[in-house]
């Protein structure tokens, strides 16, 4: 018994460890939720405890709490905000579905550490959650932690990979090499051409990412209960938000029906579909770059990644393209995630949503995949990448493709003809060309010039 103390609340009495900063509430929460041993991200707590101090603040000013107290309680928020208190804070992400036990978690260590100091006593619920709810706070804490997230983190991540794309699509842009659709030969196209694609995906995704972020800026703090704004200061609500959009620097706004921004979280899953668009253009860019750096002398050749790390643990020498790998699972798990999110979303009963905590742990988890995948693709994958131009070059010159600049001169089935010449002699389509010149009408130079790849490239003759 030396190892806990008891603590109250409105249930009775609780056994609660000695050394821990929480009460009784969220030790019943400890025991009640033994599902997966891994509570909210610590971002998350560091929001409420940000927003509780904001909150008593904002009570102050109103003349609703006491300046010593809100002094206190202010503090103590600001301490959490900042980490110092992280292992205070063990309640499971599978718990109540209004993050109701998250929500007093807070509530009793900030009473706590207020309490560690000379003043009147402070109490979780009367003075730290004055004119609050979990119910409209927890979605509170969901937005601008998400928000926050996205601004700080993917953004710049993906503002990074962009310049780096952008960078190799001006480097390569005289490259020319083999287009391919349907993974099989097409016309000419250059390496720049192929990275400005994926640069575009990255700007897209860039766009994608304030769209994002401005879905998420109305919040529901204000509703308290279900919406109505009992028991909270008519003014409470735009005052703590003002507090919150300065120290971030973000946009927050009161929610303009806290009904709906209580009872439904169309927010979170529209803000969580960018963020899946987003990780599909990453797959796709990943895939591309591991396509066309396979062999080295075997697959396509025609990209060289930076050697990263071994890539067997039997065959010597061999180096595989493993950052483009992290980055398809990390889609993967997007795309996971994505499913979750759109049933919690979905987990919205008469006035409350009851799937918060697992909609909130999923959404930080997608961003914060989606930023350290980007920033690892970029420094270990993206930033090194080299042309292998002969590789390229030959390609073009192999590739039955080529007599498509000749339909227009032969017709489609002559040219149609020639292609299958050249398939089932080895011999290239402009070696062909030359030996029928006189059959098909043509002079060697017309043929070199159809045939020529930076004008089926876009760039004019000889580019």
């Known amino acids: 018994m030396g190892n806990t103390r008891v603590e109250k609340d409105s249930m009775g009495e609780m056994e609660v460890p000695a050394e821990a900063l929480y009460g009784a509430s969220t030790q019943r929460a400890v025991l009640n939720f033994p599902i997966s041993g891994r509570p909210l991200p610590a971002v998350f ?170 879905a998420l800026m109305p919040l529901a703090l204000g509703g308290t209960a279900v919406g109505t704004g009992l028991n909270t200061h008519p003014e409470f609500a735009v005052r703590t938000i003002a507090g919150l959009a300065e120290h971030y620097g973000l946009p927050f706004r009161e929610a303009a029906n806290h009904f709906e921004a209580q009872s439904a979280r169309d ?11 987003i990780a599909v253009s990453l797959h796709k860019i990943a895939c591309d770059i591991r396509l066309l750096a396979s062999g080295p002398r075997c697959g396509f050749g025609e990209l060289t990644l930076p050697a990263t790390q071994p890539g067997s643990s039997i065959m010597p020498g061999k180096v595989n393209p493993v950052m483009a790998e992290v980055v398809t699972m990390v889609a993967a798990r997007v795309a996971g995630n994505q499913t979750t999110v759109a049933w919690c979303g979905a987990g919205g009963f008469l006035e409350l949503n009851v799937s918060m905590p697992l909609l909130a742990d999923v959404m930080l988890e997608s961003i914060g995949l989606l930023a350290a995948a980007c920033s690892a693709f970029h420094d270990n994958a993206v930033a090194g990448i080299a042309a292998n131009e002969e590789t390229c070059r030959s390609f073009i010159e192999q590739s039955l493709a080529m007599v498509t600049s000749l339909v227009p001169l032969i017709g489609y089935d002559r040219a149609a003809a020639i292609a ?38 876009g760039g004019g003759p000889g580019f």
């Open 45 to 214: 707590i560091h929001t409420y405890g940000l927003l509780k101090a904001f909150a008593a603040e904002t009570n102050a000013a109103l003349g609703l709490l006491d300046h010593d107290r809100a002094r206190r309680i202010s503090a103590a928020g600001r301490e959490i905000s900042r980490g110092k208190h992280d292992a205070h804070f063990p309640a499971d992400v599978y718990q109540t579905g209004s993050g109701t036990s998250t929500n007093m978690n807070v509530n009793e260590v900030i009473a706590a550490l207020c309490n560690q100091h000379p003043g009147d006593s402070v109490h979780p619920n009367d003075h730290v959650n004055l004119g609050q709810s979990s119910n409209d706070t927890f979605p509170t804490v969901m937005h601008v932690a998400a928000a926050v997230a996205l601004n700080e983190k993917l953004a710049p991540a993906l503002a990074d990979l962009t310049a780096a794309l952008e960078k190799k699509s001006a480097e390569f842009a005289g490259i020319l090499k083999i287009g391919r659709t349907h993974l099989m030969d097409a016309t000419p196209v250059t390496l720049g051409q192929e990275f400005g694609g994926w640069a575009e995906q990255m700007r897209q995704a860039k766009r994608r990412c304030a769209s994002a972020i401005d």
């Open 267 to 277: 927010a979170c899953v529209e803000a969580h579909g960018f963020l899946q668009t």
């Open 420 to 457: 299958k010449e050249s398939m089932a002699t080895g011999r290239t389509v402009r070696e062909l060309c030359h030996a029928h010149a006189a059959v098909l009408d043509l002079t060697p130079g017309r043929i070199d010039e159809a045939l020529d790849a930076g004008r089926m490239a």
